[in-house]
T-cell receptor
């Protein structure tokens, strides 16, 4: 079983829709959690960190459920520019190396 | 602040040839990572350096891959000999304070034919 699992999608949604991505992790000792965005043929860029209390940044909301070992990302009022791959990343050891899921592809259509 | 520099951007080689990639991290970042990203997958950690020491190389195929970080700054990743399945983007990242301070380079896209 992979340490970090995501539904690869693709998710095709119309502009203005709300879309949610989930990610599960297998190591209960995981320490830190992130969502990264990766545009086609570009490097991953940090979208937001994920905290147990949940955090929000504009149209984006991230949640962490330690008991069930999953994290989520909610995008409200989707824009065309949100089209990208969203990568879930977890730090499971003290070395701070990010462990990524396969990514979920999002396409927002007019 | 200058970002993580990688070169070359693209490389095409034949199988069984050798190839090397170079990475210059952000100044002052002690931790450097090399990731392999195969098309359609997330980045997979190959090796992690703290200054010039190896922290984790458990997923590095050591029969063909090698990496070094002399003087704790620049790093090179080498593949010798390359296989078709090594076709991927090789991403270098550096961090000052772990996961909250990761910066990726733009990557080297390797095609093995």
């Amino acid at each position: 079983r992979k340490e970090v699992e995501q539904d690869p999608g693709p998710f095709n949604v119309p502009e203005g829709a709300t879309v949610a991505f989930n990610c599960t992790y297998s190591n209960s000792a995981s320490q830190s959690f992130f969502w990264y965005r990766q545009d086609c043929r570009k490097e991953p860029k940090l979208l937001m960190s994920v905290y147990s209390s949940g955090n929000e940044d504009g149209r984006f909301t991230a949640q962490l459920n330690r008991a069930s070992q999953y994290i989520s990302l909610l995008i409200r009022d989707s824009k065309l520019s949100d089209s990208a791959t969203y990568l879930c990343a977890v730090i499971t050891n003290s070395g701070y190396a990010l462990n990524f899921g396969k990514g979920t592809s999002l396409l927002v259509t007019p | 602040e200058a970002g993580v520099a990688q070169s070359p951007r693209y490389k095409i080689i034949e199988k069984r040839q050798s190839v090397a990639f170079w990475c210059n991290p952000i100044s002052g970042h002690a931790t450097l990572y090399w990731y392999q990203q195969i098309l359609g997958q997330g980045p997979k950690l190959l090796i992690q350096f703290q200054n010039n020491g190896v922290v984790d190389d458990s997923q590095l195929p050591k029969d063909r891959f090698s990496a070094e970080r002399l003087k704790g700054v620049d790093s090179t990743l080498k593949i010798q000999p390359a296989k078709l399945e090594d076709s991927a983007v090789y991403l270098c990242a550096s961090s000052l304070d772990g996961g909250y301070g990761y910066t990726f380079g733009s990557g080297t896209r390797l095609t093995v034919v």
